[in-house]
């Protein structure tokens, strides 16, 4: 690939040829390296429900059967899981017992900008006034990568509402 051209990042095609070609530049297990680096990465970076999503794939799913592991069936939600009855009210918890305390919300702000500079890393330095103007009337509930509603457990970890249950009052 020409250094000049603006590589497609948002292709995976784009990191398997890269690895393919590092592998075919140097030592061939280069490539396995790479694509070793690139799923690490990804897991680092994916939720717990987005990892489970990931290991239900198809081809994923495929692979890992290949290999001898095999998967249990996914559950269609964490709904599963509740041990309030449906239409009965309950406490929230997290799959592993641990408190909800309420949703994940986002408050729109507007911290004005003066001017600005690229910095040599690529970054933005700002020249912006000191407070931030918030508009409550604009708050909403977070929503994850998966799009489901994000809560706050009592000690302010976000968790997805895949990993939320509901619980009879009490337990």
């Not at 690139?38 to 680092?44: D, G, N, P, S, T």
């Not at 407070?131 to 509930?141: A, F, L, R």
């Amino acid at each position: 690939m020409n250094t000049t051209d603006q590589p497609d990042l948002g292709n995976v095609e784009t990191y398997l040829n890269a690895a393919l070609e590092h592998g075919d530049n140097s030592d061939g297990d280069h490539e396995i390296g790479d694509l070793q680096t690139y799923l690490r990465a990804a897991f680092e970076l994916m939720s717990d429900a987005q990892k489970r999503l990931f290991a239900q794939h198809r081809d994923v799913r495929d692979c890992l059967v290949a290999a001898g592991i095999e998967l249990a069936e996914p559950s269609d939600s964490a709904a599963a899981n509740d041990t309030a009855p449906a239409g009965k009210w309950g406490e929230l918890r997290t799959r592993d017992g641990k408190r909800v305390i309420g949703t994940n919300q986002t408050v729109p702000g507007t911290c004005l900008v003066h001017k600005a500079k690229r910095l040599e890393d690529g970054t933005l330095e700002l020249d912006s006034e000191e407070d931030t103007k918030i508009c409550w009337d604009g708050e909403m509930t977070s929503r994850g990568a998966d799009g489901l509603r994000e809560f706050l457990t009592a000690t302010y970890e976000i968790v997805s509402e895949s990993e939320v249950i509901v619980v009879e009052a009490g337990r």
